[in-house]
Protein backbone atom coordinates (compact mmCIF):
# COMPACT_ATOMS: atom_id res chain seq x y z
CA UNK A 1 0.00 0.00 0.00
CA UNK A 2 2.83 2.28 0.68
CA UNK A 3 4.12 2.02 -2.78
CA UNK A 4 0.91 2.47 -4.22
CA UNK A 5 -0.03 5.54 -2.09
CA UNK A 6 3.59 7.14 -3.43
CA UNK A 7 2.17 6.91 -7.24
CA UNK A 8 1.21 10.04 -8.96
CA UNK A 9 -2.79 10.94 -8.75
CA UNK A 10 -4.63 11.92 -11.45
CA UNK A 11 -7.94 11.04 -10.17
CA UNK A 12 -8.93 10.11 -6.48
CA UNK A 13 -9.02 6.48 -7.78
CA UNK A 14 -5.71 4.57 -7.60
CA UNK A 15 -6.65 2.42 -10.74
CA UNK A 16 -8.65 5.10 -12.96
CA UNK A 17 -8.58 3.64 -16.83
CA UNK A 18 -10.58 3.39 -19.16
CA UNK A 19 -10.53 0.06 -20.15
CA UNK A 20 -10.63 -2.56 -17.35
CA UNK A 21 -10.08 -5.52 -19.08
CA UNK A 22 -6.53 -4.59 -19.94
CA UNK A 23 -5.84 -3.65 -16.26
CA UNK A 24 -7.58 -7.15 -15.09
CA UNK A 25 -4.74 -8.90 -17.35
CA UNK A 26 -2.09 -6.65 -16.47
CA UNK A 27 -2.71 -7.01 -13.04
CA UNK A 28 -2.86 -11.28 -13.51
CA UNK A 29 -0.01 -10.85 -15.38
CA UNK A 30 2.40 -8.89 -12.71
CA UNK A 31 0.69 -11.24 -10.00
CA UNK A 32 1.53 -14.31 -11.48
CA UNK A 33 5.18 -13.29 -12.29
CA UNK A 34 5.97 -11.90 -8.23
CA UNK A 35 4.08 -15.48 -7.49
CA UNK A 36 7.00 -17.52 -9.30
CA UNK A 37 10.02 -15.16 -8.59
CA UNK A 38 8.98 -15.72 -4.53
CA UNK A 39 8.40 -19.13 -5.11
CA UNK A 40 4.85 -18.39 -2.96
CA UNK A 41 1.39 -19.61 -4.54
CA UNK A 42 -0.63 -17.96 -1.96
CA UNK A 43 0.20 -14.34 -4.48
CA UNK A 44 -2.18 -15.88 -6.64
CA UNK A 45 -5.22 -15.48 -4.58
CA UNK A 46 -4.88 -11.99 -4.70
CA UNK A 47 -7.02 -9.81 -6.28
CA UNK A 48 -8.61 -6.35 -6.49
CA UNK A 49 -11.48 -7.01 -4.44
CA UNK A 50 -9.01 -8.15 -1.44
CA UNK A 51 -7.77 -4.43 -1.96
CA UNK A 52 -10.86 -3.40 -0.94
CA UNK A 53 -11.23 -6.36 1.89
CA UNK A 54 -7.98 -5.14 3.06
CA UNK A 55 -8.78 -1.31 3.46
CA UNK A 56 -12.37 -1.93 4.72
CA UNK A 57 -11.14 -3.98 7.96
CA UNK A 58 -7.72 -1.50 8.60
CA UNK A 59 -10.11 1.63 8.62
CA UNK A 60 -12.68 -0.38 10.94
CA UNK A 61 -9.64 -1.75 13.43
CA UNK A 62 -8.08 1.94 13.60
CA UNK A 63 -11.40 3.63 14.02
CA UNK A 64 -14.24 0.82 15.30
CA UNK A 65 -16.59 2.87 13.19
CA UNK A 66 -19.17 1.16 10.82
CA UNK A 67 -20.71 3.64 9.80
CA UNK A 68 -17.69 5.26 8.38
CA UNK A 69 -16.35 2.32 6.98
CA UNK A 70 -19.73 2.09 5.29
CA UNK A 71 -19.80 5.72 3.82
CA UNK A 72 -16.07 4.98 2.68
CA UNK A 73 -17.01 1.59 0.57
CA UNK A 74 -19.79 3.35 -1.01
CA UNK A 75 -22.45 0.74 0.77
CA UNK A 76 -25.87 1.76 0.94
CA UNK A 77 -27.11 -0.95 3.45
CA UNK A 78 -24.67 -1.82 6.58
CA UNK A 79 -25.68 -5.68 6.27
CA UNK A 80 -23.04 -5.47 3.41
CA UNK A 81 -20.07 -3.40 4.72
CA UNK A 82 -20.51 -6.44 8.26
CA UNK A 83 -19.20 -8.85 5.73
CA UNK A 84 -15.65 -7.31 6.07
CA UNK A 85 -15.52 -6.44 9.19
CA UNK A 86 -16.62 -10.34 10.73
CA UNK A 87 -13.32 -11.17 9.05
CA UNK A 88 -10.89 -10.00 11.90
CA UNK A 89 -11.40 -10.69 15.52
CA UNK A 90 -10.46 -7.21 17.42
CA UNK A 91 -10.54 -8.42 21.22
CA UNK A 92 -6.04 -9.03 21.73
CA UNK A 93 -4.99 -5.31 20.87
CA UNK A 94 -1.09 -5.55 21.25
CA UNK A 95 0.80 -2.17 20.32
CA UNK A 96 4.16 -1.08 20.27
CA UNK A 97 4.43 2.14 22.45
CA UNK A 98 7.18 4.98 22.25
CA UNK A 99 7.88 8.48 23.98
CA UNK A 100 8.49 11.53 22.54
CA UNK A 101 9.94 14.74 24.33
CA UNK A 102 11.32 16.84 21.43
CA UNK A 103 9.55 18.21 18.48
CA UNK A 104 12.34 16.13 16.33
CA UNK A 105 11.39 12.51 18.01
CA UNK A 106 7.12 13.34 17.41
CA UNK A 107 7.86 14.03 14.19
CA UNK A 108 9.69 10.40 13.46
CA UNK A 109 7.27 8.62 15.67
CA UNK A 110 4.15 10.20 12.98
CA UNK A 111 6.71 9.16 10.16
CA UNK A 112 7.10 5.82 11.07
CA UNK A 113 2.75 5.24 11.69
CA UNK A 114 2.74 5.95 15.29
CA UNK A 115 -0.08 7.52 16.08
CA UNK A 116 -0.36 10.18 19.60
CA UNK A 117 -1.93 8.28 22.65
CA UNK A 118 -1.52 10.51 25.49
CA UNK A 119 0.68 12.87 27.70
CA UNK A 120 2.59 12.09 30.66
CA UNK A 121 4.73 13.81 33.06
CA UNK A 122 6.18 16.02 29.97
CA UNK A 123 6.36 12.61 27.86
CA UNK A 124 3.84 12.41 24.62
CA UNK A 125 2.83 8.97 24.22
CA UNK A 126 2.63 7.03 21.02
CA UNK A 127 1.33 3.74 19.69
CA UNK A 128 1.20 1.70 16.57
CA UNK A 129 -0.58 -1.72 16.21
CA UNK A 130 1.61 -4.58 16.28
Not at 17 to 43: G, H, Y
Amino acid sequence: MARLNKLPRKSAKIFSVKCRSALDTNFRRQRNRIAEKIQNSRIRRIAFHTFRHWKATIEYHKTKDILHVKKLLGHRRIDNTLIYTQLVSFESDEYHVRTAKTLKEVCELAEAGFEYFTTIEDAQIFRKRK
